[in-house]
């Protein structure tokens, strides 16, 4: 029997670079994913000595081309604009594979005028199969609302009318010891590799074999910290100081609180405020006040005085009296 197994294979750089773009858009954004297909058959025997023959589809997506916003090449209904996209892809339409969709703040799954979008996109390119033709949506959202996003991408390929996700390769320049076992050798590629990055070696790495680009972060990094250390400790000092004053503050509120004069008994006299409508004489408290009165005031229209103390005499209480 023929299995078939279709995966995606793309390079690190590439996929970060992609992404990077997309991040420092200032909207959402669409594109269109550029490629070869490459097939390979594998002849499997198992241990009851069967034999069966699986087929490797690997889509290749080696650059990408996008537009800055979206609906520039259809309308809100997935209808395609044919001109304006075989002016802006020119010669490199017989590359493309795939397009992909960008999107911010929503959920991980493709709306319907996506899946519109991408039926109208495979009758446009003939020259890929249908089964072949590539659908990438990426999506970013903010994790508990904070300043960190999260990214998340997948490639999906139509089975019948159906959407299928499928799996991703990212492959490195160099090979690893860790890899799995492969069907084709590679050593000339890898010594090709080799050789290319040896050329290129003084634009990217100094004297040390160490980044320059790398180093100048860690520079700034490092220089971030230093400013940053001294103002770590002034807001410690300055946050134990404000938790002094407040202990201090509620210390001497409970002091105030504690020497705060009880309820006045029912036996000491008191000042009351006269109430509003209007109160009669003989109901007004009695206030027992000691007064020394050095110049009594005679009234003008009677003549008589308030005490029997002879006019013009100065009169001194020697005791308390009782005023109503």
């Not at 996003?149 to 492959?171: A, D, H, L």
């Not at 090979?175 to 290319?196: A, C, I």
């Not at 990055?197 to 520079?219: D, I, P």
């Not at 006299?269 to 027992?288: G, R, T, V």
Request: charged residues 20%; aromatic residues 8%.
């Amino acid at each position: 029997p023929l299995h078939v197994m279709s995966l995606v294979s793309a390079a690190g750089s590439l996929l970060s670079s992609l992404l990077f773009k997309l991040k420092h858009s200032q909207d959402d954004a669409e594109g269109f994913l550029l490629g070869d297909v490459q097939k390979q058959s594998i002849e499997k025997i198992t241990d009851s000595q069967s034999c069966g023959t699986q087929e490797e589809k690997r889509i290749c997506v080696q650059s990408f081309v996008y537009y800055l916003t979206k609906y520039n090449f259809y309308d809100h209904l997935g209808r395609l604009d044919v001109d304006k996209i075989k002016t802006f892809l020119a010669e490199r339409e017989k590359h493309v594979i795939g397009w992909f969709s960008y999107r911010r703040n929503s959920s991980h799954r493709l709306s319907l005028r996506e899946r519109a979008l991408h039926g109208n996109l495979m009758t446009m390119f003939p020259g890929v199969n249908a089964n072949e033709f590539l659908c990438a949506l990426i999506t970013d959202q903010a994790l508990d609302h904070s300043i960190v996003y999260s990214t998340e991408y997948s490639f999906f390929q139509w089975i019948g009318s159906c959407p299928k996700r499928i799996p991703v390769e990212i492959s490195n320049l160099r090979g690893s010891v860790v890899l799995p076992y492969r069907n084709q050798h590679n050593s000339q590629l890898s010594s090709d590799y080799s050789t290319l990055l040896g050329s290129h070696e003084r634009k990217f790495l100094n004297n040390n074999h160490e980044s320059a680009y790398a180093c100048q972060v860690e520079t700034l990094y490092k220089s971030i910290i230093s400013h940053l250390e001294p103002l770590r400790s002034e807001l410690i000092q300055s946050t134990a100081a404000i938790l002094g004053v407040a202990a201090d503050v509620e210390r001497l509120q409970v002091q105030v609180n504690a020497l705060a004069p009880k309820d006045v008994p029912t036996t000491t006299s008191s000042i009351h405020a006269k109430p509003p409508q209007e109160s009669k004489i003989d109901e007004a408290p009695l206030i027992l006040m000691d007064v020394e009165i050095a110049n009594p005031v005679t009234p003008p229209s009677t003549g008589e005085s308030i005490t029997d103390e002879p006019p013009g005499g100065s009169m001194t209480s020697p005791g308390s009296q009782d005023l109503i």
